[in-house]
């Protein structure tokens, strides 16, 4: 069941990215993407099996769907919301995206532990929240840098 629920969150995320305008470019989408994964990989490995602050199941079919969520979903879902924040103007709806964004990753999360994929040994949900949220402001802060280093060009006036 945990497999199957992880597998259609990161093919929906995945099929409402690809139906909606995007704002950002295919090599802003793919450096944000790729950015994602290369931390959440990276944190996951630290946390999950450097500290062992969390435990990750055995069970091959429960794993892969961690794996989904780490690797699809997490860089999926920040880059869709990425698009979203810049077609819309108003901070409002910039800080609901958001807030909606950091919500789904946690509700995740919750059901990661329900099914008992994750199985948290010195680790509570607030942790996530900073995780996630932190994720969120260095994304926002990568995209604001590559489009600065990027667009830069010669001013001839």
């Known amino acids: 069941m945990a497999f199957a629920v992880f597998f ?33 990989i990276n944190w996951s490995w630290i946390i999950y099996e450097g500290f062992k602050f969390i435990k990750i199941t055995k069970e091959p079919m429960n794993y892969t769907g961690f794996l989904f969520f780490r690797s699809v979903t997490i860089p999926m ?23 909606l964004s950091v919500a789904t990753l946690l509700l995740l999360d919750g059901l990661s532990i329900f099914f008992g994929i994750t199985t948290y040994q010195k680790w509570n949900i607030f942790y996530d929240f900073l995780y996630f949220t932190g994720l969120h402001i260095v994304t926002y802060f990568f995209l604001w840098l590559f489009r600065k280093i990027s667009y830069r060009g010669v001013d001839y006036s």
């Not at 990161?10 to 989408?29: D, G, R, V």
């Open 8 to 40: 259609f969150t990161a093919w929906l995320i995945t099929a409402i990215f690809f139906a909606i305008p995007k704002k950002l470019t295919l090599i802003e989408n793919t450096f944000i993407f790729m950015l994602i994964l290369v931390i959440s």
């Open 77 to 99: 879902l920040l880059v869709l919301q990425l698009n979203l924040i810049h077609r819309s103007k108003m901070f409002g709806s910039t800080a609901v995206i958001t807030v």
